[in-house]
């Protein structure tokens, strides 16, 4: 796991500067502490930090072909880089490294850029093809890593990270206004584009080819959703689940530093557990996070049942309102994409826990998108039944249920606004938000001078670009693959690889092999969702492997208390952030609107989410555009330092 970075001139005696490619490196060190490298050669220079998981002693990059003329830089895992490496070299070509990276260099030059379909792994990388003056960038299928790029008429520079991209002075840090809203909508940032113009995120399975000043963006990958022929019966697909998992698991447990696991108290990290428990001669350790607050589920008590089962060393951590405020100046410097994520504070902590002990940790990430686990998906299947019973009596049935749920505050009134609107609607007005899609409120909250740059329909295309694209895939399948496409690369996973890299971790996803992610979409959809039952097929194989307490339990995921906090410890910050005359001089709110937004939240809640959007947004302005701290909050009470608990297993 590393960091890579580049530049690429397009003028013809164009050269890169080495000062400048090193110092778009240094941006990214937290990415890898362990070692840096380089390559120049005319137009192209190319940058790496290296977090040293596989062939400590000869991983270095940048790696080349044995005749210098490719070169390579890269981020992540190939899982199958040993099959591979032998399938190279019984081709003739000569490795000198054990690393899955120089299997990359070798792989190009007998496949060109139809090499990406033989990974299996997670990565970013960017080969330089020395004869063809030819700069091949790649991204995972999924977007476990990530891949920025900014391309003008005279260069492209590539980063893992923006801002690595924003060492450059050349690059000119403007914000694309008309991107706002469709962070506001979603509170998370789907699609290509980015807050900043000119640079923008190489999409989930794609590559990118740039050649004599001209850029192209290729997909080479898509999940389908295509019925297995022939179709398995239930007994037969529980088995080639588990047997895949099997799989999976071997080749994520790859590697020369120690590895532990990220435990959510949840079935999917505790089904990767088991997976790996009596199959590696190290120690496994284990780790979570959770909090005793009233209204939010304590996940150690699950976390700590699955580390006793399976023999793990299990550590436990808990942080107060000041712990996560003191956080958030850096939380918008590492995210760089403004994300309204709370747990992602959660993730830092518990990953800055586990570096005293481990390189690598594996999650369960993955697992509700593949196999339906997330109740959103139970209601909403449900709810295109009924409007379908209904027909032309969904509109008179949505109004008497608002008439009788005036406040809109209820689970039922939520779902009951959906009733004679197309289903991708949820998409668009998941909360209580003032942003919401359909309803129009947004231009409450915007200023007369800042609406001009709204465009809704520009603000919700990437959904409704996949919506098209899935017509026909039913109505459960439909919502699989959007979370593929939108909310697991652009929101979960930057979050997963932004939060751990923070602390030189890397990070793992077994659910979100593509195998595994392509036998979920080929199964019928009611082995997924069945009746009231979500993650039907994968809570039915993984019965024999995770605890029955966890397999039953209702699904949480590292909840944090931060809408009491925001209404109570934080409250103060709060208003001060968003009422300050710097945010308000931006001109894209009404105060009056906002004012409200913060009374309507103290006197009843329910807006938490949407208020932490607004001051990650404001402190996202503060800390890119300005290129300024972020001001620490202030937060009423004792500081207390994260409470960490550590208990032993039978490893």
Known sequence: MCGICGKLMFEREGRVSPALVRSMADAIQHRGPDDDGYHFSGPIGLGFRRLSII?????????????????????????????????????????????????????????????????????GFAIWDEKQRTLFLARDRVGIKPLYYCWTRRFLSFGSEIKAILADPEVEREVDRTMIDRFLTFYYMPGEQTLFKNIFKLPPGSYLIAKDGKVEVRQYWDLSFEPTEPAPDLKTAEKQLVDLLEETMEQHMIADVPVGFLLSGGVDSTAMLSFAAGKTDRPISSYTIGFSASGVVDERPYARLAAQRFGTEHHELSISAK??????????????????????????????????????????EGGDEAFAGYPNYRTMVWLERIK?????????????????????????????????????????????????????????LYSNSFSEFVDKERSVSPVSQFFKSAQDFGDLNKMLYLDTKT??????????????????????????????????????????????????????????????????????????????????????????????????????????????LLENDQRSGGYSKELFSLAVLELWHRAFLQNRDVATPTVSGEHAEPAVATHAGVV
């Open 55 to 123: 062939d400590l002693s000869t991983g270095h990059q940048p790696i080349s072909n044995e005749d210098g003329s490719v070169w390579v830089v890269f981020n992540g895992e190939i899982y199958n880089y040993r099959e591979l490496r032998a399938e190279l070299a019984a081709k003739g070509h000569t490795l000198k490294t054990q690393t899955d990276t120089e299997v990359l260099v070798h792989l190009y030059e007998e496949y060109g850029t139809q090499m990406v379909e033989k990974l299996r792994g997670m990565f």
């Open 323 to 364: 712990e996560f405020s003191d956080f958030l100046p850096s939380y918008i410097g590492f995210m760089e994409e403004p994300v309204c994520e709370p747990p992602a504070v959660a993730l830092y902590y518990i990953s800055k826990l586990a570096r005293n002990y481990v390189k690598v940790l594996i999650s369960g």
């Open 388 to 444: 379908r019973a209904l027909g032309p009596a969904q509109g008179p049935a949505r109004r008497i249920l608002q008439t009788l749920n005036q406040g809109w505050s209820s689970k039922t009134a939520k779902y009951a606004r959906l009733l004679d609107v197309p289903q991708e609607s949820y998409y668009y007005s998941k909360t209580s938000s003032p942003f919401h899609y359909f309803n129009r409120r947004y231009q409450e």
């Open 487 to 596: 909310w697991l690369p652009d929101d979960l996973l930057v979050k997963a690889d932004k939060m751990t890299m923070a602390n030189s971790v890397e990070l793992r996803v077994p659910f979100l092999d593509h195998k595994v992610l392509e036998f979920a979409a080929g199964l019928p959809a009611n082995f997924k969702l069945r009746g009231f039952t979500t993650k039907y097929l994968a809570k039915k194989a993984l019965s024999a492997h995770v605890p029955q307490e966890i397999l039953e339990r209702r699904k949480a995921g590292f909840p944090v208390p931060y809408e009491s906090w925001l209404r109570q410890d934080l409250q103060g910050w709060l208003r001060d952030v968003l009422l300050d005359r710097e945010s308000l001089n931006r001109g894209y709110f009404k105060k009056e609107a906002i004012t409200q």
